[in-house]
């Protein structure tokens, strides 16, 4: 697939239908590892979860996370769908816990990371989803994933077999970014 087309493909899937293969994890993870990092730290590392008890239980951390408050707990009825949205987007996807190492003092390396898998995704004709996790969630997920201490969680990606149109996206007007040797 020709880039441009990829980096205009690439939009976020919150609904998927299918794992990636393992063929195409290893080549989406080796893209992701080309890309430029500070001083060459290639400050990334990655826990493929594959085992859907995992998934399912990082499903729930990221919904109680987005609810802000315990399942249970009465919340907006708007922000409970989002939250269930959420849980729901980890279903019948391959989960990449994408980590880093604090104490390598580069933050902004494992997010080019990021992106170079994101688009090759795209190329193995894959849908992909970065959700964020902070705080207490983030804690809970190394836990669970078993994280030294060192490690930093980035983002968890979703990759698998997209089963949704992506939600439609309103860019900036194109130059609106732009400005020419001074704001
Ligand atoms: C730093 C970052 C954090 C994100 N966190 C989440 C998230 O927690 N959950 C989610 O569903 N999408 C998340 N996204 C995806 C964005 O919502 C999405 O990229 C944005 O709406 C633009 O849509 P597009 O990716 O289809 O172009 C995140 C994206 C980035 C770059």
Redesign the pocket.
Known sequence: MELYQAIEKR??I?KFKGAATEAQLKRIIAAGTQAPSGMNKQNWEFVLVDDPATIEAIGQIKYVMNRGKAAGEEVPEAQEKGALR?KD?FKNATLLVVYCNKELADSVGPWLCIENISLAAVAEGLGS????LGGDAAAQVNKLLNAPAAMELV?ALSIGIPDED?AP?TLRPEGSWLHQNRF
């Open positions: 939009r976020t919150r959420q987007s989803r970065i959700a964020r983002a992506a996206r």
